[in-house]
């Protein structure tokens, strides 16, 4: 079982940034693509970020130029820089490591943009 926790995540004014972080617990954790989801009230989970083990990055096209996913396999993290944040990127953040059939998910980690 892995294990994944999300941190980093707060209160932020409209155009200012936040760090999120996750920390994975498995030894074999460069072979795992990473993701980051997002979730905000009465809507669906969405996928916002990706970074594959070969450090092939995705995003989704509301976030495109303003996040950044990254991972450190020696750290076994993966990370997410947000930039221009905006009140619409409000929402619960989670980490999610999939490989093959294996699927493992964060608690997650609020954030909020607001005035």
């Known amino acids: 079982q892995v294990q994944l926790v999300e941190s980093g995540g707060g209160l932020v004014q409209p155009g200012g940034s936040l760090r999120l972080s996750c920390k994975a617990s498995?030894?074999?954790?460069?072979?795992?693509?990473m993701n980051w989801y997002r979730q905000a009230p009465g809507k669906q989970r969405e996928l916002v970020a990706r970074i594959s083990f070969s450090l092939i990055t995705t995003y989704a096209d509301v976030v495109e130029g303003r996040f950044t996913v990254s991972r450190d396999n020696t750290r076994k993290t993966v990370d997410l820089q947000m930039n221009s944040l905006r009140p619409e990127d409000t929402a619960i953040y989670y980490c999610?490591?999939?490989?093959?059939?294996?699927?493992?998910w964060g608690q997650g980690t609020q954030v909020t943009v607001s005035s």
């Open positions: 999610n490591g999939v490989r093959g059939r294996e699927d493992y």
């Open positions: 498995a030894d074999d954790f460069y072979a795992y693509v």
